[in-house]
C-alpha cells in the first residue's frame, strides 16, 4: 500500500504543480475500495494574514462542500476538538478568520457529502517540516501625528472597543514599563500617557493578554525654550507687532538685569500670525529687535503648525546671541525675503529648526548694502522649502556683500523642492569655517545658468553628504558648484539620472541610471518617500525613508 501511496502523489504533485502543499502517509490519496468515501481535497496552501489566513485548496469530484478546522493545537485526533475554529465551504480561496497575531496554528480539512456518502479522511497542512502556519504580527495602532504629542505626553491609539490589556513602554527613562488600559480608554481606543520628556521617542507595543495586537512610536514636542521671558500669544491674538516686541524687551530685560536677555514668543498651533510694524503714515514696516535681545519664535504643538506671515522683512539690526524660528511654517506675505538685511549686525545664530518655507518671491536669507555685518552660524535643520525664488530674483540664501562675514552654513536633514536661481550664492566673501550640507533632499532646484553653490573666487570649502539630488529646475542649463578650496560630495550621495549639470559639475557626485520618478514615490505633489531599496544605506531626508526599509 506505501508503493502505490508514493507513487500517485508523486503523479499528483507532477501535474498540479503545487509547491505550497505537501503529501504524507497522514493525507488520505489512495481509497479503500471496501468503504465508499470522498477523497480528500488534492492539494492545500495557506497564505497567513494577521489574524485571518487564506486557504487554497483543489476540489475534488462529489464534495458538496469543505469543513476546515483550525486549532492552536495539533488535531491528530478525528474527531472535531471543541477549541476548534471550524469553517464550512465550498469556495476556493477561502479566507478564515478570528484568529490572533503571531500565533501558530494547524489546520486541517475535508470534503463533504450533504447526499450521505462519508466524509473524507482529514488532509493535513504541512509546509516543508513544518504541520502548522505562524500568524504575521496584528497592527492595529495607528500612527502617531502631531496632533497627538506635546512636550510632555502622548496619544497611542487603536481600534476602538477592541479587545486590549496593556501597553509596553519604552524609551526615555522607561525601560519595558507595562501601562494597564482601563475599560474607558479600550472603549475610546486610545491612551494618553504622560511624564515624558520632551524631544524624546517613545515606543509602545499593545497587547491582549500574551498577544501582541500593534505598536506605534512617536517623538514628544520640544518643550518651550529657556528664556528670561517667556510669552505665549493669546487665543485670538494674531498681529505680531513692533510695539508687542518693545514690550516684550521691556519685560525680558526686568528679569534679566540686563539688556542682553532673550525672550521666547510661542504661537498657537494653526494659528496665522501677521509679522509687521506700522509706520506713521499707517503702511507695513519691519520689525527689529533690541539691542542685546535674542529672541525664539516658537510653534506649540498641535495639528499644524502656527504660520508666520510677513508683510515686510524682519530686520537684524543690533547684536543678538540668537534669532531662532523653531516648528513653525513661514510664507512670503509680501516681503520677499524673511530677511533682507542691509543694516550692520552682529548675529552669533541665525537658525531655523522644524519649519516649513514657501512661496517666497525671493531669499528666505540675503544679505545686502555696504554696513558690517557678522554672522557666526546660518544653520537650518529638519525643514522644508518649496516654491522659492520664485521671480528668479535671488538664491534660497544669498550673502550678497563683502562685508557680510558668515562663519559657518550648515543645512541637515532637510527637503528643498522647486525653486529656481542657485540654492546658496556667496561669492562676495569667504564661509570661513566653510558650508556643510549633510541627508538632504533636493528636487527641481537650480535655474537655467545658476548653481547650487557659488562660491566663486572665494576661499570656501563646501562638503556634501548623505544627500540625494533629484531632477534640477533647468535640465539643460543648470551648473553644479564651483569655489577657489575644496568641493567635497565624496561621501554617500546620490543623484538621479535627471540632475543635470551643464557645467561645474561635482567630483563624485555621477548621475545614475535611476530618474526621480523611479526613486520618489509622487516629486511633483511633494511626496519624497523612497519607491524602493535604491541605495546601500538611509540618506537624504530622513523623513522620507519608510521605517520597513
Not at 469530484?61 to 465550498?90: K, R
Request: net charge negative; glycine share 6%; charged share 20%.
Amino acid at each position: 500500500m506505501k508503493i502505490q501511496f508514493h507513487l500517485i502523489c508523486a503523479s499528483a504533485a507532477l501535474l498540479l504543480g503545487v509547491a505550497a502543499s505537501s503529501c504524507t502517509e497522514g493525507n488520505d490519496w489512495d481509497v479503500d475500495s471496501s468503504f465508499n468515501r470522498l477523497f480528500t481535497p488534492t492539494s492545500l496552501s495557506v497564505t497567513r494574514g494577521d489574524t485571518y489566513a487564506v486557504v487554497e485548496y483543489g476540489k475534488i469530484e462529489g464534495a458538496d462542500y469543505y469543513q476546515i478546522e483550525v486549532s492552536q493545537d495539533s488535531l491528530y485526533l478525528d474527531d472535531v476538538s471543541s477549541s476548534s475554529l471550524i469553517f464550512e465551504t465550498n469556495e476556493t480561496p477561502f479566507r478564515i478568520t478570528g484568529l490572533a497575531g503571531e500565533t501558530n496554528y494547524f489546520l486541517r480539512m475535508r470534503s463533504c457529502s450533504n447526499s450521505g456518502t462519508p466524509s473524507s479522511k482529514w488532509y493535513y497542512y504541512i509546509d516543508g517540516s513544518d504541520r502548522h502556519f505562524t500568524t504575521r504580527a496584528e497592527q492595529i495602532m495607528n500612527p502617531v501625528t502631531d496632533a497627538d504629542r506635546d512636550d510632555s505626553w502622548i496619544r497611542f491609539s487603536w481600534t476602538p472597543g477592541a479587545e486590549v490589556t496593556h501597553l509596553i513602554l519604552n524609551g526615555g527613562a522607561f525601560k519595558d514599563e507595562r501601562l494597564d488600559i482601563n475599560a474607558n480608554e479600550k472603549a475610546a481606543g486610545e491612551k494618553v500617557v504622560t511624564n515624558l520628556a520632551p524631544t524624546t521617542t517613545y515606543s509602545v507595543v499593545l497587547y491582549n493578554g500574551s498577544a501582541r495586537r500593534g505598536n506605534a512610536s512617536g517623538t514628544t514636542a520640544a518643550a518651550i525654550p529657556a528664556a528670561s521671558y517667556k510669552y505665549t500669544m493669546p487665543e485670538g491674538e494674531t498681529h505680531i507687532s513692533q510695539n508687542l516686541l518693545n514690550e516684550l524687551a521691556e519685560a525680558a530685560q526686568a528679569a534679566a538685569g540686563s539688556t542682553s536677555c532673550s525672550v521666547t514668543i510661542a504661537l498657537q498651533p494653526g494659528v496665522t500670525y501677521s509679522l509687521n510694524g506700522t509706520s506713521e503714515d499707517g503702511s507695513d514696516t519691519s520689525v527689529k529687535f533690541a539691542d542685546g535681545l535674542s529672541v525664539t519664535f516658537f510653534g506649540l504643538a498641535g495639528a499644524a503648525k502656527p504660520v508666520l506671515a510677513p508683510s515686510k522683512s524682519v530686520n537684524l539690526i543690533d547684536s543678538h546671541a540668537y534669532i531662532r524660528f523653531q516648528n513653525v511654517e513661514i510664507v512670503d506675505a509680501g516681503c520677499q525675503y524673511l530677511i533682507n538685511q542691509s543694516a550692520a549686525c552682529t548675529v552669533a545664530e541665525l537658525s531655523f529648526e522644524d519649519c516649513y518655507f514657501h512661496d517666497f518671491e525671493r531669499s528666505i536669507v540675503r544679505t545686502q548694502g555696504s554696513n558690517d555685518q557678522k554672522y557666526e552660524l546660518i544653520k537650518f535643520d529638519n525643514c522644508i522649502g518649496y516654491n522659492l525664488s520664485t521671480a528668479n530674483g535671488y538664491s534660497q540664501i544669498y550673502i550678497g556683500q563683502d562685508k557680510s562675514i558668515v562663519d559657518q552654513i550648515i543645512i541637515t536633514n532637510s527637503t528643498f523642492n522647486t525653486a529656481q536661481r542657485s540654492f546658496i550664492e556667496a561669492s562676495k566673501s569667504p564661509i570661513a569655517k566653510g558650508i556643510q550640507i549633510s541627508y538632504c533632499t533636493f528636487f527641481n532646484i537650480i535655474a537655467s545658468g545658476r548653481y547650487f553653490c557659488d562660491c566663486n573666487g572665494q576661499d570656501t570649502n563646501v562638503t556634501i553628504s548623505y544627500c540625494i539630488f533629484g531632477k534640477t529646475f533647468d535640465p539643460e542649463a543648470s551648473r553644479g558648484a564651483r569655489s577657489n578650496a575644496t568641493i567635497d560630495a565624496a561621501v554617500k550621495n546620490f543623484r538621479a539620472a535627471d540632475c543635470v549639470f551643464a557645467s561645474n559639475n561635482i567630483v563624485d557626485l555621477e548621475p545614475s541610471e535611476l530618474t526621480s520618478y523611479q526613486i520618489f514615490n509622487d516629486p511633483d505633489n511633494g511626496d519624497f518617500t523612497w519607491k524602493m531599496k535604491f541605495y546601500d544605506e538611509n540618506i537624504g531626508d530622513p523623513r522620507w525613508i519608510s521605517t520597513d526599509d
